[in-house]
């Protein structure tokens, strides 16, 4: 088993504190964008002063806005199966949920639902699935990555893929990269071992290591551009975090790069998982919301995801905390776009449209982004962390940001979405300098909005 996770080393620092003083010496050093230790990660997890707090929830903020500016990267997860052969107490998947509807898509049935999120507007895909596939091999989600790509509806097609599967060994990596998926996701879901296994009773899953050590075969295999994340409320919040930096550490050593996004569910009830309707640690609305300050500044440069598990009003809160990636308009069932009966995963907090989305991150000062730019000139792994560390990749963020919101706005926006949106990339255009890029981007635009499509720089 590699040593990647240090129990004793985080058990010695959760209770971690230090004054005021010392405090603002972290978020001062934080303004440099480089990573905290675990330490002073620790620091910041166990200040509780109010006051304190609201410091370090401003600096996450200014941090986030001077990284990527004020846009927010739009997805939306498409689940093609909820077949499982694991027995995660968490998760309405579970293998032992005998009453719940089993369904694994079809190439044709993934072809629709790949259609209705075009419709919507979406642009970029996470594909999620339970983690057993039809004939047990990862042909499936090789097949069903191939078909979501080749999907046009319109001027409209999913222009990045991301993944959210089960563990693969190094072969298997080295095949979805050569279907060149974006990133590939993974949450430990919890890092605490002895809790993880009083979870997790049945299916591969219930092997802790193996787990652990698949982003590192994922690195090995050349995907450079990975996902973690921990479900917060299965063990206690102050170790997960901990636990995540020491994960990250390890990766920083011996590849080079940490992961290029963390998301952060919160444990929410699941059909048939009495664990969700009590977790064991709950998480509080403010701690959770001090936790993704927390990561923000401890790790400047990694995306913050959110989904929408969490409900309209924490969402939108967490915009100012350091989110920088969000769902939208998500359903979490095999199908859901077609308005399958199949088993949710979990219970969503936010059900609104990604039209409705839109107009609340509009209205609240935010550009909403589907750009795919990264991936697809080559800006992953080291390369991207080039850009992002030092605080550039906003120079290319914004300027994508506005041709895709621009394609949104002509091609799927409500009037009243239209209307703000409008507004707000003529004022994020007055804004742009030196005078002569602001008159590139115009043309760009213009370019836009004569018809052409999938421009980015």
């Known amino acids: 088993?590699?040593?990647?996770?240090?129990?004793?080393?985080?058990?010695?620092?959760?209770?971690t504190s230090g004054d005021a003083a010392e405090v603002m010496e972290i978020l001062q050093k934080s303004k440099s964008l480089s990573r905290l230790s675990m330490r002073e990660t620790a620091v910041l997890a166990n200040v509780s002063d109010p006051d304190l707090r609201k410091q370090i929830h401003d600096a996450a903020r200014d941090l986030k806005d001077s990284i990527y500016g004020n846009r927010l990267v739009i997805f939306a997860p498409l689940?093609?199966?909820?077949l499982c052969n694991n027995d995660c107490s968490y998760c309405g998947f579970r293998v032992s949920n005998r009453g719940i509807k089993r369904r694994a898509l079809t190439q044709e049935e993934i072809a629709e639902e790949t259609v209705n999120l075009l419709k919507t507007g979406q642009k970029r895909a996470l594909l999620?699935?339970?983690?057993?596939?039809?004939?047990?091999?990862?042909?499936?989600?090789?097949?069903?990555?191939?078909?979501?790509?080749?999907?046009?509806?319109?001027?409209?097609?999913?222009?990045?893929?991301?993944?959210?599967?089960?563990?693969?060994?190094?072969?298997?990596?080295?095949?979805?990269?050569?279907?060149?998926?974006?990133?590939?996701?993974?949450?430990?879901?919890?890092?605490?071992e002895e809790t993880y296994h009083k979870l997790h009773t049945?299916?591969?899953?219930?092997?802790?290591?193996?787990?652990?050590?698949?982003?590192?075969?994922?690195?090995?295999?050349?995907?450079?551009?990975?996902?973690?994340?921990?479900?917060?409320?299965?063990?206690?919040?102050?170790y997960e975090v901990l636990a995540l930096m020491n994960h990250i550490e390890h990766l920083e050593a011996k590849f080079g790069m940490g992961p290029h996004t963390i998301s952060v569910p919160r444990l929410e009830p699941a059909t048939g998982c009495d664990i969700t309707e009590t977790p064991p640690y709950p998480v509080s609305d403010d701690d959770f919301?001090?936790?993704?300050?927390?990561?923000?500044?401890?790790?400047?440069?990694?995306?913050?995801?959110?989904s929408t598990r969490e409900?309209?009003?924490?969402?939108?809160?967490?915009?100012?905390?350091?989110?920088?990636?969000?769902?939208?308009?998500?359903?979490?069932?095999?199908?859901?776009?077609?308005?399958?009966?199949?088993?949710?995963?979990?219970?969503?907090?936010?059900?609104?449209s990604?039209?409705?989305?839109?107009y609340d991150i509009v209205t609240h000062g935010f550009i909403p982004s589907f750009c795919t730019s990264c991936y697809r000139l080559g800006r992953t792994g080291l390369d991207f962390m080039e850009y992002a560390k030092p605080g550039d990749i906003k120079?290319?963020?914004?300027?994508?940001?506005?041709?895709?919101?621009?394609?949104?706005?002509?091609?799927h926006a409500s009037e009243r979405v239209r209307q703000v949106g409008s507004e707000m990339i003529r004022r994020e255009l007055e804004a742009v300098n030196p005078p002569e890029f602001r008159e590139k981007l115009r043309t760009i635009l213009d370019k836009i909005k004569d018809g052409e499509r999938d421009v980015f720089m």
Not at 158 to 182: H, S, T, Y
Not at 212 to 226: H, P, Q
Not at 293 to 302: F, G, N, W
């Open 1 to 15: 088993m590699m040593h990647v996770i240090d129990d004793n080393q985080i058990r010695s620092m959760m209770d």
């Open 79 to 82: 689940y093609i199966s909820n």
């Open 128 to 192: 999620v699935s339970g983690e057993a596939y039809p004939g047990g091999k990862i042909d499936y989600i090789l097949d069903s990555v191939r078909t979501v790509y080749s999907v046009r509806h319109g001027k409209d097609n999913i222009r990045r893929i991301n993944v959210n599967i089960a563990p693969v060994d190094i072969e298997e990596f080295k095949q979805l990269k050569e279907a060149e998926i974006g990133t590939y996701q993974l949450f430990q879901e919890t890092y605490h």
């Open 202 to 238: 049945r299916g591969p899953k219930r092997d802790y290591s193996y787990r652990l050590e698949t982003i590192d075969r994922a690195f090995e295999a050349g995907i450079d551009d990975v996902g973690i994340g921990v479900l917060f409320g299965l063990y206690d919040w102050k």
């Open 289 to 306: 919301k001090h936790i993704i300050a927390i990561l923000r500044l401890s790790v400047p440069y990694t995306g913050l995801i959110l």
């Open 311 to 352: 409900n309209a009003a924490m969402r939108r809160a967490s915009f100012e905390l350091g989110i920088s990636q969000i769902s939208a308009g998500s359903r979490t069932n095999p199908g859901g776009y077609s308005d399958s009966e199949s088993c949710e995963q979990f219970s969503l907090g936010d059900h609104r």
């Open 354 to 358: 990604l039209d409705e989305v839109i």
């Open 395 to 411: 120079k290319k963020c914004h300027p994508n940001a506005l041709f895709t919101f621009t394609e949104y706005l002509i091609d």
